[in-house]
């Protein structure tokens, strides 16, 4: 038997109790004196003054023994009394404790599942063995060592309350990293290559156990190398299932009437039952629009057939939830009626339903004043550009390489950014570049990774993705072109448009800079005589003036599937601040204000990101100063636990609670306590009515 709470709260509870019931049968009763004519009528009063005379031996007294035995078990009992059972030796625990969005879920108890895996947790630490060590890891979009191996039960109770609930989505990569990095077997270079040399420690490999529902993102895509599926224990968290969850929200304005603002939603049922609600619209929290839904199931409960043995649980019995194609009916997409709004702020899509996840009820996206999009048109001329530019609602400064490269930078910038919504240039390549969007036809920006190699005469285009915003409605396929450069390129450069050995046309993000890359221009110069030659028909297409469109509203920002410069829980916001700012504020959707240090520079990244909502940052420029954080993610909104998870391709079978390794004593004892208090109640009503 060992005691969870040590000797000491014992020896105190002993001490305090025991000494003043002893002292009770040494002091005598104060009575008062009465005069009488015999004491032979009172044989039983003389007998009690005599066992209440102070300073004398104490007599053999069945009810004083009886007390002292009351209060040894009560001391014992403080001290926490269990009984070990089969893991009788030191045992090292790595706990990997989910706190993601899905684990914000209420259950029925009215505890969230992140409270429910910390009591699991906690039960793991009060049943350790004596000189075991646990290590905590919290996880959600990345991991987090809570607290490094530690045997004292308290320091990781106390670090186990601090993890908190985020509205991030689940991914277990780096938490199955961290358990990794800290097993006990090491692994260090031989002389040799190819003889590693495997260092086997003489203590047990540590114990994995992972408290989660089950939704985690990158579950089949896992790399377990060292740790042991056999032993690793998973432990599965809530019972709910009943959940609607906004997948994403777009908000653009008109194109012929800018000031009318359009705004829709993509709404999913993921429980069993089917669901009526309302989609709300605010801009600015001030109520505009209501759009009613009703969704069917999004997926069927299956019951086990009555003659099925409830040990039988395979995962063939298991209902198939992740799946990939909503039901019939499951989702709507909500339109609602366009609104005039020539203002900015937030756009928020609120449902009002009382389900189990609240993150993914509302959804925002940030909305700019309507204005024209100013352009920067460098190039000698082009009669394509030069023609259907115009045509569209911009307002365009043109110059030529040459005045481009000579011009006062306060002409191209400002505050350190580019001073238009977007620079074009054409058959130019160039390096003076600031933070901003650009686009190039036949140059390159001159930037790390990206580079223009020799001309490709008569190539073939492969293939082009036909979804992206910028080529919707654009047949790329049918565009004849003479020439293009073999671009080289960056690894996370997004092809567009590709050719037979390269990329035709590109998008790149990069130190803050955002480029659109055509490797070919319409027209180009003749080496010999210096005129201008056709290099494409495109300009002829009817479609070229719509890629134009589409180009400029893709890279102002204008034009977004999930709305303006939204991010999802967890990644960084880039906040655009004027020049000789030391530190701005950061409000975020809890009302909490984060004081944030620039360290003089205009780019500041905040990463305090992890609930969702409308984070505003001041002071900032202006138009740049809001961030719209939404979950948008399918898999965390469905919050019907896991039974059976695959992780690195293998089943791993879930448990509903922890492995009760140590069984606590001192309930047996409080039952002792009452028995005695029975015992003690009979004999000292005998001896009273006697």
Not at 188 to 208: F, H, K, Q
Not at 536 to 541: E, H, L, M, N, P
Not at 665 to 678: D, H, S, T
Request: proline share 6%; aromatic share 8%; glycine share 6%.
């Amino acid at each position: 038997m060992n005691f969870l709470a040590g000797w000491p709260p014992i020896a105190i509870a002993a001490g305090i109790t025991v000494p003043p019931l002893v002292l009770l049968y040494f002091l005598k009763l104060r009575r008062a004196s009465h005069t009488v004519s015999t004491t032979l009528l009172w044989k039983r009063a003389v007998e009690d003054l005599q066992v209440n005379a102070p300073f004398q031996r104490i007599r053999n007294n069945l009810l004083l023994w009886l007390q002292l035995l009351i209060l040894l078990l009560a001391a014992l009992a403080l001290g926490k009394p269990i009984f070990e059972g089969s893991r009788q030796s030191e045992d090292t625990i790595v706990m990997l404790i989910d706190h993601s969005a899905s684990m914000g879920v209420e259950e029925e108890n009215g505890k969230t599942r992140l409270e429910v895996a910390k009591e699991q947790a906690e039960a793991i630490i009060d049943n350790m063995p004596t000189g075991s060590k646990a290590m905590l890891i919290g996880f959600s979009d990345r991991a987090t060592v809570v607290s490094a191996f530690e045997s004292e039960r308290s320091v990781l109770k106390d670090r186990l309350e601090s993890i908190p609930q985020t509205d991030a989505a689940s991914t277990l990569t780096e938490g199955i990293a961290l358990a990794e990095a800290y097993m006990q077997n090491l692994v260090i270079a031989g002389d040799e290559a190819g003889a590693d040399i495997t260092i086997e420690s003489s203590a047990a490999p540590a114990r994995v156990v992972i408290l989660t529902d089950g939704n985690i993102e990158d579950a089949d895509s896992l790399t377990i190398k060292r740790l042991p599926t056999g032993d690793m224990q998973i432990v599965s968290i809530g019972e709910r299932d009943d959940n609607v969850a906004i997948l994403s929200t777009e908000a653009k304005r008109n194109y012929e009437y800018p000031q009318m603002l359009e705004v829709f939603s993509l709404v999913r049922n993921f429980g069993t039952e089917t669901v009526r609600c309302d989609a709300n619209l605010y801009i600015n929290d001030k109520h505009v629009d209501v759009q009613s839904l009703e969704l069917k199931p999004g997926r069927i409960e299956t019951k086990k057939p009555e003659d099925q043995d409830d040990a039988d649980d395979s995962p063939e019995s298991e209902p198939v939830r992740r799946n990939q194609v909503p039901a019939a009916g499951s989702t709507a997409s909500v339109a609602f009626d366009p609104i005039e709004f020539e203002g900015g702020g937030s756009v928020e899509v609120r449902l009002t339903i009382d389900d189990a996840m609240r993150s993914d009820n509302a959804a925002w996206t940030v909305v700019q004043p309507p204005r024209n999009v100013t352009v920067l048109h460098v190039g000698q001329g082009n009669l394509f550009l030069d023609r259907v530019l115009p045509t569209l609602p911009i307002q365009i400064t043109k110059m030529t390489p040459e005045e481009y490269e000579s011009a006062d930078e306060t002409e191209i910038a400002e505050a350190a950014r580019l001073k238009f919504d977007v620079a074009i240039f054409d058959n130019h390549s160039t390096e003076r570049l600031w933070p901003g969007s650009y686009i190039f036809f036949g140059g390159v920006p001159q930037i790390e990774g990206v580079k223009a190699g020799r001309p490709v005469q008569g190539g073939i285009i492969f293939d082009w993705d036909e979804a992206h915003p910028i080529l919707r409605y654009v047949g790329i396929g049918k565009v004849l072109i003479h020439q293009w450069l073999a671009l080289t390129l960056p690894m996370q450069a997004e092809t567009l448009v590709e050719g037979e050995d390269a990329p035709v046309m590109a998008l790149l993000s990069q130190d803050g800079m955002h480029f659109l890359i055509s490797a070919f221009s319409l027209v180009v110069e003749d080496d010999i005589s210096g005129q201008a030659l056709l290099n494409s028909d495109w300009g002829f297409k009817p479609h070229f003036p719509v890629f134009l469109q589409n180009a400029i509203q893709f890279m102002t920002g204008s034009l977004s599937f999930k709305g303006v410069r939204n991010v999802r829980p967890g990644d960084p916001i880039e906040f655009v601040v004027p020049d000789s700012i030391d530190e701005i504020s950061v409000r975020r959707p809890d009302g909490t204000v984060a004081k944030v240090q620039t360290g003089q520079f205009t780019n500041v990244n905040y990463a305090g990101t992890r609930t969702v909502g409308v984070y505003t940052a001041q002071p900032a420029v202006e138009g740049k100063e809001q961030y719209a954080v939404n979950l948008f993610n399918s898999t965390e909104s469905n919050v019907a636990p896991s039974k059976v998870l695959k992780l690195a391709g293998t089943q791993v079978e879930t448990t509903a609670s922890v492995e009760i390794v140590n069984k606590p004593f001192w309930p047996y004892l409080l039952l002792g306590i009452l028995a005695v208090l029975l015992i003690e109640w009979a004999i000292y009503s005998k001896r009273v009515f006697v």
